[in-house]
């Protein structure tokens, strides 16, 4: 079976179309992406990373003091403090951008600076919005309550979702409503099950596919055809308010800031997170494709775990489940996990894992495998990694 749009399109052909997508990145992130990590790097080196830490620590009551009196679960307390900073941030960024490009004009050193402000010191801020997005598209009835409950399920959409790349109702609508139904099989629009995953270029082909399922495009087609118009039609606002959003600053500001500051976030989020889905769900088993302890990758000790996203196979078998009860969930049910040969690597990242699956490092890749018997050799663990790879619908 080849899911759409490998079904009208050659995978040489999207494959094409798909590597076009970073090109048309690549002056941009060649620049930004180096300096996001130098930064923290610097910001280390300056131990500045320690202070913000013992900052959060002493914060930590305070903001817990607050989370019980706005919060519908005060346990979404650790939320609160990136929630309105990057709100604010990314609204504050954005108008500093309008105003210097209003008074000077383009400037590519300003146009860094604006990226490496926006991203944060080794993408935090970017990653922190884009888990946001996802907390609050999986939070039905919003995170607030009382007064502050006028803010859920659009003011962070709507503020911060195009300065970061987010499409309006992506998480609430698409990823709840297809991708959280059909869990990677092959119904799922994203599914990544029809495509060799030990092969480099079935990335591109993947992205090429992806790009229709981030801006809305292809769910509000697949959604109208399946007679579910209510979430064509949340999707539809999304995709207008983002093209409206591009062409108010096109016109009232400028074509190459348009580019610059509202088209290029969106393929770069576009990007990042369709490198995320695809590493997620690259692993099958072929005997039982949909097990999702195989399906879905567990990371042990992330580098980058951020509120509980490394246990993603707790995030489609328990969805409701909260994420602070993660790794106590996972200690208490490791005989499943063993049982059904789980896909657990440890002591990595998202991004690292994405590296290794693209550059085809299959022994770094069986280093960081967890086998949970204890009884796997190295050479096991590659070719266990590969068959699950290599298995399609």
Request: aromatic share 18%.
């Amino acid at each position: 079976m080849r899911a759409f749009p490998r079904n009208h399109l050659s995978d040489t052909v999207l494959a094409l179309f798909g590597l076009l997508i970073p090109l048309a990145a690549a002056p941009i992130m060649a620049i930004s992406m180096p300096l996001s990590v130098w930064s923290l790097e610097l910001m280390r080196m300056a131990q500045l990373d320690k202070t913000y830490e013992r900052i959060t620590a002493s914060a930590d009551s305070w903001v817990r003091s607050i989370g019980k009196q706005i919060l519908r679960d005060e346990r979404d307390a650790s939320l609160l403090p990136y929630y309105f900073f990057i709100n604010l941030w990314s609204v504050t960024l954005f108008g500093s951008a309008i105003v210097f490009y209003k008074h000077y004009g383009f400037s590519i050193g300003f146009l860094f600076v604006y990226h490496l402000l926006r991203l944060g010191p080794r993408f935090r801020f970017f990653a922190h919005a884009q888990t946001l997005f996802h907390k609050e598209g999986h939070c039905h009835k919003g995170l607030f309550k009382g007064s502050f409950s006028v803010l859920n399920n659009w003011f962070m959409q709507c503020v911060s979702g195009p300065i970061y790349g987010c499409f309006v109702n992506f998480y609430p609508i698409y990823h709840n409503k297809d991708h959280h139904r059909f869990d990677n099989g092959p119904e799922d629009m994203s599914t990544t099950l029809d495509l060799d995953r030990s092969k480099t270029t079935s990335f591109f082909v993947y992205l090429a596919r992806f790009s229709t399922i981030w801006t809305n495009c292809y769910p509000i087609y697949r959604f109208f055809k399946k007679q579910e118009q209510q979430y064509a039609v949340k999707l539809s606002y999304g995709l207008i308010y983002h093209i409206a959003f591009i062409a108010a600053s096109w016109i009232f500001v400028g074509p190459l800031f348009a580019y610059c500051y509202c088209i290029y976030p969106a393929i770069e989020a576009m990007i990042f997170l369709c490198g995320i889905s695809y590493m997620w769900h690259c692993f099958a088993d072929p005997k039982d494709p949909l097990n999702p302890y195989v399906s879905s990758v567990t990371i042990l000790e992330g580098k980058d775990n951020i509120w509980g996203e490394d246990y993603h196979v707790i995030h489609h078998t328990l969805p409701k489940l909260h994420f602070s009860e993660g790794a106590s969930y996972f200690g208490s049910h490791l005989d499943e996990y063993k049982k059904n040969k789980a896909t657990i690597f440890k002591k990595t990242e998202e991004g690292e894992i994405l590296y290794l699956l693209l550059s085809k490092n299959w022994d770094k890749l069986a280093d960081l495998f967890v086998d949970l018997s204890g009884q796997m050799t190295h050479e096991q663990k590659k070719d266990l990694l590969l068959t699950r790879l290599r298995y399609t619908f």
